[in-house]
């Protein structure tokens, strides 16, 4: 039923640039807080950005401010993440992630992000 589908991820060299997408449906998607975690080799998964509902707040993890932004388009059911000034340490499997206070928590399957020369 419900489905969170990213895409965007590859290969991208140091510095450039990545837009990644996860489109959403199955649920009500509008009402969902959505958020973009990631998670490297060997490391824990961790919190890169969240939007709320109408895309009136953000969040961003210490390490990617100033150089990712999350967006919405409710009417789309799509969620971005534009990644600029990328970096080796952004290497990384990005997930998609949606979260209402009166529903369980979707995950999408991920997409592999690779920084590297």
């Known amino acids: 039923q419900v489905q969170l589908v990213e895409s965007g991820g590859g290969l991208v060299q140091p510095g450039g640039s990545l837009r990644l997408s996860c489109a959403g449906s199955?649920?009500?998607?509008?009402?969902?807080?959505m958020s973009w975690y990631r998670q490297a080799p060997g490391k824990e998964r961790e919190l890169v950005a969240d939007?709320?509902?109408?895309?009136?707040?953000?969040n961003y993890a210490d390490s990617v401010k100033g150089r990712f932004t999350i967006s919405r388009d409710n009417g789309k059911k799509t969620v971005w993440l534009q990644m600029n000034s990328l970096k080796p340490e952004d290497t990384a499997v990005y997930y998609c992630?949606?979260?209402?206070?009166?529903?369980?928590?979707?995950w999408g399957k991920g997409t592999l992000v690779t920084v590297s020369s």
């Open positions: 992630k949606a979260k209402w206070r009166y529903d369980m928590d979707y």
């Open positions: 939007i709320t509902s109408t895309g009136g707040s953000t």
């Open positions: 199955g649920f009500a998607f509008s009402f969902y807080t």
